[in-house]
């Protein structure tokens, strides 16, 4: 199982695995901001994917990295992944805010 892990987190580059990290961090420091329960974090509802995308409004950074970031975390655990309209109603949304040189 963790040599699975290995293989699945291996599967991107180390850049790309630090804004992941990043985006698992801000998930983190929402669901705590909010009060979700540890069991509700994953697998994340779609509702609680958008509203984490809601609560990066304004922080000029482009959060699809974020996203990619805690689906590859689901991914690797093993937990179905419920992104969905809600979600991508928020990514759309939430370009109209990220200044054009952060996308």
Not at 73 to 99: D, E, I
Request: proline fraction near 3%; hydrophobic fraction near 40%; charge should be positive.
């Amino acid at each position: 199982y963790q040599h699975k892990r290995k293989v699945l987190a291996s599967s991107d580059i180390d850049k790309t695995l630090e804004n992941y990290g990043l985006g698992l961090l801000q998930f983190t420091q929402c669901c705590n901001a909010l009060g979700i329960r540890e069991v509700d974090r994953m697998p994340a509802s779609d509702d609680l994917l958008a509203t984490f995308i809601a609560m990066q409004v304004g922080k000029g950074t482009d959060v699809r990295h974020f996203i990619n970031g805690l689906q590859l975390w689901h991914t690797v655990n093993g937990a179905p992944w419920h992104g969905g309209r809600m979600l991508k109603a928020a990514m759309q949304s939430h370009q109209q805010f990220v200044p054009e040189g952060a996308r």
